[in-house]
């Protein structure tokens, strides 16, 4: 038991690493960590407009980096209850404390780079928004322990503060349609129209996976019959993915754009990857995870949650005939994953660049950098 502990997979969601993995992790985050900080430190002591925000930015990214750490206070015979707060700093307080803290501090920081927003109201506006994610996704933690043995106050504190991390999730929608208006602004913007793109993106599923679906599953009267039905997953792929995944190309192609300077893109393989991705993740959920969690939940309001998640329920011909219905979703999705490889290939192999001869004509004006 004790050695299975150490070296096996607990089979517990997200930190199901045996404790050796977990702690090789651990290293490997806290060596990420010192690199990005080693690149930060001189911004640091900088006194720029900027400074807020480079701050901002290292806080979130220690706290990503430390915040596995969690996924170490428990052992091999601690109660299960014990273990589950644990498990939840872990996997809720990353996506809904600070990695939505990082996402915000990290594109304003480049928006502000770039010269789109003035880096000190955009100081303030990352505090203010950083505030209130996390004075919802704090205490917002306890929607995923109402129902484990904790006090019925965890019920009532999760329910209120999980129903407000909505509120910056809306304002984050209203920030998307800002950010397709700077993609018009300036010209040489024009060059980092599909990260920004990408950034946009990252808003729209922020609001609808996050936000909406989130929002969907989270009363306590929701999880009292929906928890671990397919409800989930349709949050947890248009949350994680459609947040996180896109976030992290866009932050790709805008380290791409800058190793390939001046040089225009083809970008045909680009598009055709974010349309694939996005169109993608939509379908799969639409045809496939939604149907049949809203199944699910019919089934345990009327008969139990036990018989929603039973083999006698879920292996029905109809049910079956949903889950094969992932596949046109997946395949899309796939597909968008290849053209987007593709394109980075070809940025080092050549073909993502326009031919010479027919390149765009060059913007007149260059950012301030
Ligand atoms: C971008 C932000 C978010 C991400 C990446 C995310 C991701 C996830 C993931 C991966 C899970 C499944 C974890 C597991 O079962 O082990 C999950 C569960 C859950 N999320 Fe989120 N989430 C986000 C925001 C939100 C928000 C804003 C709310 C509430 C308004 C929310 C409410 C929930 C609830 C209640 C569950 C538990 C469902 C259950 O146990 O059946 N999430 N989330
Ligand atoms: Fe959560």
């Known amino acids: 038991f004790e050695s299975c502990f150490w070296v096996g997979a607990p089979g517990y969601g997200c930190t199901g690493l045996g404790r050796g993995w977990q702690l090789g992790f651990f290293t490997v985050l806290a060596l990420v960590l010192v690199l990005m900080l080693r690149a930060v430190w001189p911004k640091l002591r900088e006194k720029t407009g900027s400074r807020t925000l480079v701050w901002m930015f290292t806080g979130a990214t220690i706290a990503i980096g430390l915040m596995y750490g969690g996924a170490l206070f428990f052992s091999a015979k601690t109660h299960l209850t014990v273990m589950e707060y644990w498990r939840w700093w872990v996997v809720h307080l990353w996506v809904e404390g600070f990695f939505e803290v990082f996402a915000t501090a990290a594109l304003s920081l480049l928006f502000a780079k770039m010269g789109l927003v003035e880096a000190r109201h955009a100081g303030r506006a990352v505090i203010a928004s950083s505030a209130l994610f996390l004075f919802g996704g704090i205490p917002g933690t306890l929607h995923h322990l109402y129902f484990s043995g904790t006090p019925t106050s965890a019920l009532a504190i999760g329910a209120t503060f999980s129903a407000l991390e909505v509120v910056p999730l809306t304002l984050i929608g209203f920030e998307a349609l800002r950010t397709l208006r700077l993609e018009r602004a300036a010209p040489f913007v024009q060059r980092y129209r599909w990260p920004i793109r990408f950034f946009v993106a990252v808003s729209f599923w922020n609001a ?59 970008e045909r393989a ?12 939509g379908a799969m959920v639409a045809f496939s995870l939604l149907p049949i969690g809203l199944a699910q939940t019919i089934a345990s309001v009327d008969t139990g949650l036990w018989y929603a998640r039973s083999a006698d329920f879920l292996q029905q011909p109809w049910l079956e ?31 993502s660049y326009v031919p010479i001869e027919e390149e765009a004509p060059e913007p007149a004006v260059t950012p301030a950098e």
């Open 208 to 266: 609808v996976g996050a936000g909406f679906f989130g929002f969907l599953i989270n009363p306590p009267i929701a999880l009292y019959f929906m928890q671990g039905l397919n409800t989930t997953p349709v949050h947890a792929h248009t949350a994680l993915f459609g947040v996180y995944g896109l976030l992290a190309l866009g932050l790709c192609l805008v380290v791409a754009r800058r190793l390939t300077g001046e040089r225009p893109w083809n």
């Open 270 to 281: 680009l598009a055709l990857g974010f349309w694939s991705m996005n169109i993608g993740l």
């Open 321 to 351: 005939a949903l889950r094969w219905l992932r596949m046109p979703g997946d395949v899309v999705f796939l597909f968008g994953v290849a053209a987007f490889v593709w394109f980075l290939i070809g940025l080092v192999r050549g073909h």
